[in-house]
């Protein structure tokens, strides 16, 4: 084998697909030419592409996989149709993966782990009810399945079946205890549990067995933050980003605990990086505005909670916010609006009610805030104490 010549053949493939998805099918096709050339064996392609897969090379995996699926036969064929179908998947082109599924699946209706991967693509398509279908299938007829057992935990628990989620998740480590997805699921299970020394354990074994998978830093540093061992969770989110700087999550948390700790410009370069990736989440918006309102930037805050508002006019927390900073600028009336749709979607929140109270003092309408601020304390009666900050974060 001419290595030098399957180095060439790499980086061309590299310099074609570039940055542009776009350039995907010049690459398939130069690597269709340059084999045809070398009489490389469609087998050597699948083995690039295995190649790829394991370094996070996903682009030319897809390539390397598509280029041997167009030319392979029989097992071969079948085996580079997943490859490429598992590299579709991770590159969100979900109709392109489900084709490939479902031509293997109907080849092969045995193939457990096309079925697994077909579940698991279900699922980020919000299409759980087939996803079950798919994993039942599988655990039928193989109940120990460690990727079945492992798929079905996780859609288990986030249909809120905890403690049959934890069965399914502990069958799956009893298989195989390395396997990374069931111990990261499990964590995360465990986190919703309020287990939270089980949870740091299995985030600190998943991650021992896979350091570079940046969701696993996000989450336990989620986990820490929420333990208030913020300079841990600091490590562990500059760690995700260190491995994926587009983590959009792990930005917005980042974000949250530098906004806590007072340290604006460096919470607010993770809310901004976090909106250039996208600009449709309204929770971030809410969080910069905050940022920005508690720091005197009033004009730049109003602007955010607009947009916050804007895109989940249902939020509660956002309209409370956007009428605290209206109260602050003196425009008490349209604060008061704010306040009433607040508290339409969400009448049993302490700090509304006192908020609005204070707001009514201002107004000079007593009878109506000694209502507000009796009814706060009564869904909290140490609430008068917890009020020395109006602006909250929302995780």
Partial sequence: MDFDAID???YNIIGIIGSDHRNLCSAVNFALEYTGKKSFPPKFLLDLSNACKQQKMFTEQYVFAKACFIQASEKLREDACFALGNAAHVLGFSTEAEANY??????????????CAYAELLLELRKTPEAEKEYNTVLETSPQHLKANAGYAYLLAERGYVSEAEEYYSTALAVDPDYVPARGGYANLLFE????????????????LDPEDPSLHHNCGVLLSFLGRSSEAEIEYRKALSLNPR???TLFNYGNLLAREGRVSEAEAQYV??????????KVHSNYANLLARFGRRYEAEMEYKKALHL?????????????????MGRLSEAEDEYKKALVLNPYYPPLHYSYGL?????????????????????DPDIGSKMTETWIILD
């Fill in 8 to 10: 060439d053949f790499v």
């Fill in 102 to 115: 479902l031509e293997i699946l109907k080849e092969n209706p045995g193939n457990a782990d096309v079925r």
């Fill in 193 to 208: 549990l309020g287990r939270l020394r089980d949870a740091e354990k299995e985030y600190r074994l998943a991650m021992e």
């Fill in 247 to 249: 983590h959009r999550r």
């Fill in 273 to 282: 990086e976090a909106l250039a990736l996208d600009q449709n989440d309204a």
């Fill in 312 to 328: 989940d006019p249902e939020s509660a927390e956002g309209h409370y916010s956007y009428g605290n900073l209206l109260s602050e």
């Fill in 359 to 379: 707001l009514m003092r201002k107004m000079r309408r007593f009878d109506e805030a000694k209502i507000q601020y009796m009814k706060a304390m009564q869904l």
